[in-house]
């Protein structure tokens, strides 16, 4: 009985802690984000400016997430420098696809992956101001036979690297002192002609932007590739 007792009142606090885990302290929620907001107000002094972009794929049946990562390079003289180093980021990991809403849950789910605070903080990369141009994109999609990677462009550095600017609309401008949210970036065409479509961010990411990042929104620019 005693054994029983013990197994029973050691359930019993799995549970609490585990029910525990799913609660939220709104005072918590408020402090950390107001601390991301800074952290990321911050961030940008370290080379001036910042940028975040979500990488989509155009599905077969709609548009899908695919995390990657997108390769710039500074636009001189209407060409990729291929002298400096190139810039390269990973894209956001969490936030709603363009035609989502944003749901009434902020803890969000698989369908509707919703962002915090960390999550944007995290995505921003720090960058120079200047007008860039798009040498290199790549992102990952789950699929039932693992992940697949799928790439455009070139600029991988070695013997037969090559550099050349995607198409479309592949060049973005920073600021001095901006925090760039570029949108959405799609690559269209084939490996070898690859062309870029941009989109601003939609209205239910911003919504979720300004809940989770009261202290830094009113400063994030909002714009698209090609601008």
């Known amino acids: 009985m005693a054994k029983r007792a013990f197994a029973a009142a050691g359930l019993s606090i799995i549970a609490v802690l585990?029910?525990?885990?799913?609660?939220?302290?709104?005072?918590?929620?408020?402090?950390?984000?107001?601390?991301?907001?800074?952290?990321?107000?911050?961030?940008?002094?370290?080379?001036?400016?910042?940028?975040?972009?979500?990488?989509?794929?155009?599905?077969?049946?709609?548009?899908v997430r695919c995390p990657g990562d997108i390769r710039l390079r500074k636009l001189v003289d209407g060409a990729p420098d291929k002298v400096a180093a190139p810039v390269s980021f990973w894209t956001a990991y969490r936030w709603l696809l363009p035609e989502q809403k944003k749901p009434a849950d902020m803890k969000g789910n698989i369908l509707n992956p919703v962002g915090d605070a960390k999550d944007y903080a995290r995505a921003f990369h720090p960058i120079e101001p200047g007008t860039y141009i798009v040498t290199y994109a790549s992102c990952e999609l789950s699929s039932p036979n693992g992940t697949l990677k799928l790439e455009a462009g070139g600029d991988h550095g070695g013997l037969f690297n090559y550099i050349s600017?995607?198409?479309?609309?592949?060049?973005?401008?920073?600021?001095?002192?901006?925090?760039?949210?570029?949108?959405?970036?799609?690559?269209?065409?084939?490996?070898?002609?690859?062309?870029?479509?941009?989109?601003?961010?939609?209205?239910?990411?911003?919504?979720?932007?300004?809940?989770?990042?009261?202290?830094?929104?009113?400063?994030?620019?909002?714009?698209?590739?090609?601008?």
Do not use: W
């Open 18 to 63: 585990l029910a525990s885990c799913g609660t939220h302290d709104p005072a918590m929620i408020a402090s950390e984000r107001q601390a991301k907001s800074t952290e990321l107000l911050n961030a940008r002094k370290q080379k001036g400016a910042l940028i975040l972009a979500r990488f989509v794929y155009p599905g077969l049946f709609g548009p």
């Open 165 to 227: 600017a995607l198409e479309g609309a592949s060049t973005i401008t920073i600021g001095e002192g901006q925090i760039v949210d570029a949108g959405y970036f799609r690559v269209h065409g084939t490996r070898t002609h690859p062309v870029v479509v941009g989109q601003e961010a939609s209205a239910a990411e911003r919504e979720v932007m300004r809940e989770v990042l009261p202290g830094a929104y009113s400063s994030i620019t909002f714009k698209k590739f090609g601008e």
